[in-house]
């Protein structure tokens, strides 16, 4: 399994809460903060955060003051403290003596000439690559000093002293000089462009949009990630990620985005009851008050107006302005520990990749962006260091965050996938409506149930606070955002397989509720002894969509809950329906409105059962023997169990496959590590194969799918020969590489039902058939092998599947029920199934190497098997009336007869 319920985490309990070790590949990181002066050891603070990823920024005019002058003496304090795993950005600002705007900036365009040049010599183009090459070359010297990515002239478009908005054009010719520079010395350097300050309009788009669609247009070949800064709204962040995606997807191609500074909580995201910033209002009643013979900085003015101020300001701005006041200060951590979980939770969710938090250490004097500081600049922890780390320790190495649809909007609940132990840790918050950050943090807490089930979770707020909670996951939730992880002791009792060899098909589960033998805990304890490892079909417990979503927007999991989180067996989770699935809901009654397409419902169906039991689930079966539909063709005669909502024009297995991959996108896009196993093909014949599989192919293709999965409730004697047609058909359509699965194999104990099989049939063929069936198959290169069924339906004359269990309608065992016990004990995990004669009308003989090493054979068939030197006893595979079987020596050499009972050798 590879996302197990769990969390493996293992460094040592930090108050009350296991972290995890600390990660190089995490997505976090934290940039140094304004200038390169006083670096000092700070990578020992950045590491103690948990992360590896930083940044300083550079000025041109302090690397070179003159020209062909270099003072690398910042950079070096800088790249000797970068070890080899560190991911260290290096930003240079376009300043200085060969630029248009003198004094210090944040990039501007080059002039012709270096000003006061008595001869231009080389032009200052010439003489900015030289420069950066010059940078390269110094980081190469001390074998690249950790350096990862390059970046230049950050928020451009932006005022002063930014880079200026008018300079489009140049700004992307000295994008592609550095570009070029950087990679001639370093051909896999990691060269960021675009750097957007992250402001929005209130048309919802970036500020200065034609510089920067100028930009995406112009230099796709000369940036390998784009930045997009991600400050202000938290709730912007998608749609502001998302427009830059689209204009690049606009212009042809598709590049990873980063966030390359972000912080908070920002003053200007918090509002009066009509909306407005009240940071603005506050910034224009300071500018009033200056009056024009003021020699002030806007800055200081700004500043002192605050202090003298207060009580005309609103209370909502006191707690970034009046830290002194211990009730403020605590306010104001309170909303940066929101602020920081929620803000780096929202951004990898919008599919950020990298993300640098602003700042590690400051003055801390700027009114929006000072407070957002983890040290001050004497470099003592402030209360948001503690925070940032706890986040990055409980959440390790992410690799994906998803967001789980509840039935309440105001619930932000989040499964953050993680790559060091391949779990999930959730993350949870309430915010009402578009509550800003100070009201929503001050809200009553609201007692919600969260859709997760952990039998002994973790939960602890961001700020490192237990949380109270009942039940599966029933808990109050506020502004604050929480953390919910596992505790070890339920990581040590997971015991699913990870690879599953042998299971068994259609339980079922809460069957009715007289007789304990449908009841999930008898079932999951009879698992045990059997040897099972996987089921499939779980009937009342499953995720069919008329299960979980019988009504629109009526969900029901209680059932699925209580068994898919079973941590000791493998849920095959079939989707949408047992046979006949659609994307159409099942509450549609008029066939004019049947969907071969996903729409809003089926998307929505999809998303909610996928989000939830992602943890939990890793095969994902899309629908089952699909090639039913063929009785909704024009002109079938076939009509029996057609849904009432069914297609006058049929649905055509080219159709099914576009449906097919469209699901399997959307599973994907909500849990990248799931396996799509393709619906169980109800046998293997011409049609299966010629028409509809071919047609699937044709509609969808074959990369939506992981898994080829078939069923077989025919003879054993035919078998070899029709899984040859299945090999020859995938060989023929390149697709002999994925593994295959048969979910369905089984066969009746009752003399009297003979429409599948007739040897004739009796509860000691059944459980021969175990043997025949499950080893064979195994020996035909099948990875998984699924019995149907395990308790069996009642035995009418009627009905046409009746008596298939190893145990029967009552719960009673069958002899077949031991057999699969002897053949699952004995023989799994087995490491190599090998047939050394497959013959129907011969003899059939398996050797199984099984993972221990050990060497067993499975026997039938006519004529003699002579014992090899690597057994010494044997079994028949059918019980006698006790279920017991009668082990009996036997030596090298020695001759036995063979018959339709298996033997089992070892």
């Not at 997971?494 to 060899?501: K, L, V, W």
């Not at 029709?722 to 066969?747: C, I, N, Q, Y």
Request: with cysteine.
């Amino acid at each position: 399994m590879s996302k197990l319920l769990v969390l493996l985490l293992t460094l040592a309990l930090l108050g009350g809460v296991v972290y995890a070790d600390q990660v190089s590949e995490s997505p976090f990181g934290v940039a140094y903060g304004e200038g390169s002066r006083n670096l000092d050891h700070f990578m020992d603070y950045i590491h103690d955060l948990g992360v590896s990823r930083t940044k300083v920024s550079f000025y041109w005019n302090d690397l070179e003051p003159k020209p062909g002058v270099y003072d690398f003496s910042a950079l070096d304090q800088y790249l000797s403290q970068l070890g080899p795993d560190d991911h260290g950005l290096l930003n240079i600002f376009t300043d200085g003596w060969c630029t248009q705007q003198q004094g210090v900036c944040k990039g501007s365009p080059l002039v012709d000439c270096p000003y006061n040049a008595a001869d231009c010599g080389a032009s200052c183009a010439d003489r900015y690559r030289e420069f950066i090459l010059a940078v390269a070359e110094h980081v190469k010297e001390l074998a690249n000093g950790g350096i990862k990515y390059w970046q230049r002239d950050t928020e451009p478009a932006s005022p002063f002293p930014h880079y200026p908005a008018d300079a489009p054009e140049e700004y992307v010719e000295l994008q592609k000089i550095f570009y070029e520079a950087v990679k001639s010395v370093f051909p896999d350097a990691i060269v960021i462009g675009g750097n957007h300050n992250g402001s929005i309009t209130k048309s919802g788009e970036p500020t200065n949009a034609e510089f920067f669609d100028y930009f995406l247009k112009n230099a796709r070949d000369y940036f390998d990630i784009l930045d997009v800064r991600l400050y202000n709204d938290i709730y912007t962040i998608s749609s502001r990620v998302e427009w830059f995606r689209d204009r690049m997807h606009m212009y042809g191609y598709d590049k990873p985005i980063v966030c390359t500074e972000q912080g908070g909580p920002d003053p200007r995201t918090v509002y009066d009851d009509r909306g407005r910033s009240l940071f603005f209002s506050l910034l224009r009643n300071a500018e009033k008050d200056r009056s024009t013979t003021d020699s002030r900085s806007k800055l200081t003015h700004f500043l002192r107006y605050v202090r003298s101020h207060r009580d005309d300001i609103d209370p909502k701005l006191w707690p970034f302005y009046f830290q002194g006041d211990p009730e403020q200060a605590e306010i104001y951590t309170r909303m940066q520990a929101a602020d920081i979980v929620e803000r780096n939770v929202v951004t990898i969710a919008s599919g950020v990749e990298g993300i640098w938090w602003w700042n590690l250490r400051s003055p801390g004097a700027d009114p929006i962006f000072g407070q957002m500081r983890l040290m001050n600049d004497r470099y003592e922890e402030l209360p948001g260091y503690d925070i940032y780390q706890r986040m990055t320790r409980t959440l390790g190495a992410v690799t994906g965050i998803v967001r789980i649809q509840t039935d309440d909007p105001s619930v932000y609940l989040y499964r953050v996938d993680r790559s060091d132990d391949e779990s999930s840790v959730y993350v949870a918050w309430r915010r009402e409506g578009n509550t800003d950050p100070y009201d929503a943090l001050l809200a009553p807490a609201v007692e919600v149930d969260l859709p997760i089930t952990l039998s002994q979770p973790q939960v602890f707020d961001a700020q490192g606070n237990p949380v109270d909670h009942t039940g599966a996951l029933r808990l109050k939730l506020g502004g604050m955002p929480i953390y919910i992880v596992q505790s070890e002791t339920e990581a040590e009792a997971y015991t699913r397989a990870s690879a599953p060899q042998i299971g068994l098909n259609f339980i079922r589960v809460y069957w009715d509720d007289t007789h304990d033998c449908f009841q999930p805990d008898v079932i999951f304890q009879d698992f045990a002894d059997l040897g099972v490892q996987a089921y499939r079909q779980f009937i009342k417990a499953d995720l069919y969509w008329n299960i979980v979503e019988p009504r629109d927007d009526e969900w029901n999991f209680t059932a699925a809950d209580a068994v898919i989180t079973d941590p000791d067996f493998v849920p095959i989770v079939t989707l949408f329906s047992n046979q006949f699935a659609s994307p159409t809901p099942p509450w549609c009654d008029d066939p004019s409105e049947f969907q071969k397409t996903l729409g809003p419902e089926a998307i929505d169906y999809l998303t909610h059962v996928v989000d939830r039991y992602a943890p939990y689930v890793k095969y994902w079966e899309i629908g089952n023997e699909m090639e039913h539909w063929r009785a909704a063709d024009p002109g079938s005669t076939r009509r029996r169990g057609l849904p009432k909502c069914h297609p006058s024009d049929g649905f055509s297995p080219q159709e099914q496959g576009a449906f097919f991959a469209q699901v399997a996108a959307v599973i994907r896009q909500h849990d990248p590590d799931a396996i799509i196993v393709m619906p169980g093909m109800g046998g293997l014949n011409d049609y299966v194969f010629d028409t509809w599989l071919s047609g699937v192919i044709e509609g969808g293709g074959s990369d939506w799918f992981d898994i080829v999965n078939y069923h077989y409730y025919g003879p054993w004697e035919p078998y070899t020969i029709l899984r040859e047609k299945l090999d020859a058909f995938l060989k023929e359509h390149g697709l002999d590489d994925k593994p295959v699965w048969m979910t369905e194999t089984g066969s009746t104990s009752s003399p009297t039902l003979t429409i599948r099989t007739d040897y004739p049939n009796s509860p000691e063929t059944q459980a021969a058939d175990v043997f025949r069936r499950i080893v064979q198959a195994w020996g035909a290169g099948d990875d998984l092998v699924l019995w149907h069924t395990y308790i069996g339906s009642a035995d009418t004359p009627t009905n046409t599947w009746r008596e298939y269990g190893l145990r029967e309608a009552d719960g009673t065992a069958k002899p077949a029920l031991y057999s699969f016990r002897l053949l699952a004990n004995e023989l799994v995990p087995f490491e190599s199934v090998t047939p050394l004669q497959a013959d129907p009308r011969g003899a059939n003989i398996y050797r199984i190497v099984t993972e221990s090493g050990d060497t067993k054979y499975v026997v039938w068939g006519s004529g003699e098997f002579t014992v090899p030197a690597d057994v010494s006893r044997m079994t028949s595979a059918v019980p006698d009336a006790d279920g017991n079987f009668a082990w009996q020596e036997i030596t090298f050499g020695q001759t036995i007869p063979l018959s339709s009972i298996p033997l089992l050798l070892k």
